[in-house]
């Protein structure tokens, strides 16, 4: 598959939450495809960019999994099984796997990139933990699809409905564990002080970003990130805490369709 979006039948569709599907498509693996890229997904009216969640060669399936937030994703959240999208890519830099031991922080649906990296580290034969964090406990994401997986995991929720109450970064200080590298994604905020830990334990992270996308194959500049200039769709989006020191608008502020500052 290339730049051109080819039209694709979902072949399956998982309710995964009140507001979070996933897609299944048949894929033919004609280009590698690692966890941390993305796709673009259009429904032949609008484009966006979605991680793919699952990655399974022995089924020659991927999946994406779309949080309902808007118009365009309400608007795929009304398509039904053997509807089409168009589907370009994969894009971008994903997860580099390294050591024995690996921790994945996701928040919301920050988990699903993290959950097709989760089946490629168990399948290497690496321990895996998963600090699953979201606002309720109707909102955590793929514990059981982890958890069969053979992940450990722990869960974490703001409003303490299920596991610890409080924020990931909170939960994580609490657990005294060794890590040999850590993966995370999440809102941008969370992304920020989670770092702050794994720096703190001198634990090499990666972490996804997610900045507005327009072309995602770096011509159109709409997702370069200030004090690098790198663009997210094509050096990214996943990072080494060590290359997020350059990025002076980590945590600070993202740019919307228009170019415009946002605060997080
Ligand atoms: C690399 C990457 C991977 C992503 N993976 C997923 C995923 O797996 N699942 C998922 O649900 N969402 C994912 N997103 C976010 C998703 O692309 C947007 O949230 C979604 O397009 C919002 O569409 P909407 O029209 O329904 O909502 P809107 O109400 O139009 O937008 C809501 C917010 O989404 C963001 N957004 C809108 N358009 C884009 C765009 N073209 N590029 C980036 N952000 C945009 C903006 O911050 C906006 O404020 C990813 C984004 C990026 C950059
Ligand atoms: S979206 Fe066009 S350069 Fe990244």
Known sequence: MGNVPEVLEIKGIVEESETVRTFIFDWDFRSEIVPGQFVMV????????????????????IGISIRRV???????HELGEGDLLGVRGPYGRGFELMGRNLILVGGGIGMAPLAALADEAVARGMNVDA???????????????????????????DDGTCGFQGFAHERLSEMDVKYDMAAVCGPEPMMFHVKAVLDERGIP???????????????????????????????GPVFWDHELRGVSEFGRYRRDAAGRRISW
């Open 131 to 157: 600090l699953v964090a979201a606002r309720t406990a109707d909102e955590l994401l793929f514990t059981e699809r982890l958890e069969n997986a053979g992940v450990n995991i722990h869960t974490c929720t």
């Open 42 to 61: 259009w429904n032949f009216s609008d484009e966006k960019p979605m991680s793919v969640s699952l990655i399974d060669h022995k089924r020659s399936e």
């Open 205 to 235: 992270a990666q972490f996804s970003l997610e900045r507005y996308m327009k072309c995602a194959v770096g011509i159109c500049g709409q997702c370069c990130v200030d004090g690098t200039g790198w663009r997210v769709c094509a050096e």
């Open 70 to 76: 808007g118009e365009f994703t309400s608007a795929v």
